[in-house]
């Protein structure tokens, strides 16, 4: 099993640009998480998901847009980078609620 | 407003010896609690969990104390190896809410 995959792994961009960041997860996992963490911070919560067609925003949701079309993905959209988004994103999934959560290996993103 | 503290930035021991790391939450809503273990550029992975009805959980050389009335909680490694050397993460969640709270982590260094 893959588990919880997040693409790309690296990423540069500019002030303004744009870009989506990806995960999958082959468990059937109804549910699904966003989160970044800065250095010397714990994980904050942009935004989750408890299935298909249904998102809710976390701690941290400006700048940030997600969609659930289906179980397997949940991307994370950026619209307009900032160099405040400069962080490592991990994507986490999991089955019910009182259940641990898997995580993919993140994204290391940097905005200039 | 940070509902899950770790106020131990880091912790070093001695292999063999007990490592015991500290977490601290504010939200009485809290029920369901989570240690999570971090190595660089690899996601958090799932270590040990604890519900609110009991007050230890054991697996191998890891066990979870749970203090309510303190709302603090406690994982304690016995013996310490050097591969326990990572960070370490707190989690908790409540019941009416389907987000997931984490700590700022503990970074344990075991020393052979």
């Known amino acids: 099993n893959a588990g919880v995959t997040q693409t790309p792994k690296f990423r540069i961009l500019k002030i303004g640009q744009s870009m989506t960041l990806q995960c999958t997860q082959d468990?059937?996992?109804?549910?699904m998480y966003w989160y970044r963490q800065d250095p010397g911070m714990g994980l904050k919560l942009i935004y989750y998901?408890?299935?298909?067609?249904?998102?809710d925003k976390g701690e941290v949701p400006n700048g940030y847009n997600v969609s659930r079309s289906t179980t397997e993905d949940f991307p994370l959209r950026l619209e307009l980078a900032a160099p405040s988004q400069t962080s490592v994103y991990f994507c986490?999934?999991?089955?019910?609620?009182?259940?641990?959560?898997?995580f993919g290996d993140g994204t290391r993103l940097s905005i200039l | 407003d940070q509902q899950v503290k770790q106020n131990s930035p880091s912790l070093s021991v001695q292999e063999g010896r007990i490592s015991i790391l500290n977490c601290d939450y504010t939200?009485?809503?809290?029920?369901?609690f989570l240690w999570y273990k971090k190595y660089p550029a690899e996601g958090p992975t799932f270590l040990i969990s604890?519900?609110?009805?009991?007050d230890k959980n054991e697996d191998g050389r890891f066990t979870v104390f749970l203090n309510k009335s303190a709302k603090h909680l406690s994982l304690h490694i016995v013996p310490s190896q050097p591969g326990d050397s990572a960070v370490y993460f707190c989690?908790?969640?409540?019941?009416?809410?389907?987000?997931?709270?984490f700590g700022a982590g503990t970074r344990l260094t075991v020393k052979p």
């Open positions: 998901s408890v299935g298909a067609g249904i998102t």
């Open positions: 939200n009485s809503m809290f029920d369901y």
């Open positions: 468990m059937n996992h109804n549910y």
């Open positions: 986490a999934s999991k089955e019910q609620r009182d259940q641990p959560q898997h």
């Open positions: 604890i519900s609110s009805i009991k």
């Open positions: 989690a908790a969640s409540a019941r009416n809410n389907n987000d997931m709270r």
